[in-house]
């Protein structure tokens, strides 16, 4: 199994403030997902990063990939209380079509 | 319906009991997934199917778990003897078809609890 970890594991901050999430992993992966994941809601793609290196830009969150595929991150500038969730990066295992996700951050945004 | 609807929402069960877990994926999605999101653990992937090939079972955590996927559709997903270890939010997802450039959609998941 091709691990993921995700860093931090918890995150509370308060609105305006910037963040960086962390996906490492040891294995290279052909590309990377990024999810957020509501209370009660199943998670929904935000990205998908293909490229080594790649950089791309939703808003006010900026997704990388990592020049050698292993691992990629997510910031977000100014947060707001509306991007409160569970952010997970997931990738497909080498045999197959299922996807590895890592354990996730959660983040609190407060007014 | 627009999503992937999975029902119960929530199903509480003794320990020992049979639980289904059921879902609908969007119409006219071949593949579809099954994921169990714990405390701890994650998203783990259980099981997936494409259209009416054999399905890939190879993350299901016993022989306990089963599922199956009746004219290619709807989906049931049965627990056997439930134990507390059980206890987790099943997730179901589809996919247009298979292939690692497809999206998958989830729906909100069954949250199980054993007792």
């Known amino acids: 199994t091709q691990l993921l970890e995700q860093s931090p594991q918890f995150l509370s901050i308060q609105e305006g403030e910037n963040l960086t999430v962390y996906c490492n992993s040891s294995?290279?992966?052909?590309?990377l997902q990024w999810y957020r994941q509501e209370p009660g809601e199943g998670p929904v793609l935000l990205v998908t990063?293909?490229?080594?290196?790649e950089v791309k830009k939703l808003k006010r969150l900026t997704f990388q990939f990592g020049d050698a595929r292993k691992d990629s991150s997510l910031h977000i500038t100014a947060a707001q209380p509306g991007d409160t969730g569970l952010y997970l990066c997931?990738?497909?295992?080498?045999?197959?079509?299922?996807?590895?996700f890592g354990k996730g951050t959660s983040l609190l945004v407060t007014p | 319906g627009a999503g992937v609807s999975q029902s119960p929402s929530n199903k509480v069960t003794e320990k020992g009991k049979d639980v289904e877990l059921r879902c609908d994926p969007i119409?006219?999605?071949?593949?579809l997934y099954w994921y169990r999101q714990s405390l701890g653990q994650g998203l783990e992937f259980l099981i997936y199917?494409?259209?009416?090939?054999?399905?890939?079972k190879s993350g299901l955590p016993s022989d306990r778990f089963s599922a199956e996927r009746t004219g290619g559709s709807v989906s049931t997903l049965t627990i056997q003897r439930t134990q507390q270890e059980d206890s987790a939010v099943y997730l179901c997802?589809?996919?247009?078809?298979?292939?690692?450039?497809?999206?998958?959609?989830f729906g909100a998941g069954t949250r199980l609890s054993v007792l």
């Open positions: 997802a589809s996919s247009l078809t298979l292939g690692q450039g497809n999206i998958q959609y």
């Open positions: 294995s290279v992966f052909s590309s």
């Open positions: 990063v293909v490229t080594g290196g």
């Open positions: 997931a990738g497909h295992s080498n045999s197959g079509y299922a996807l590895n």
């Open positions: 119409s006219g999605h071949t593949a």
């Open positions: 199917f494409q259209g009416n090939s054999a399905p890939d």
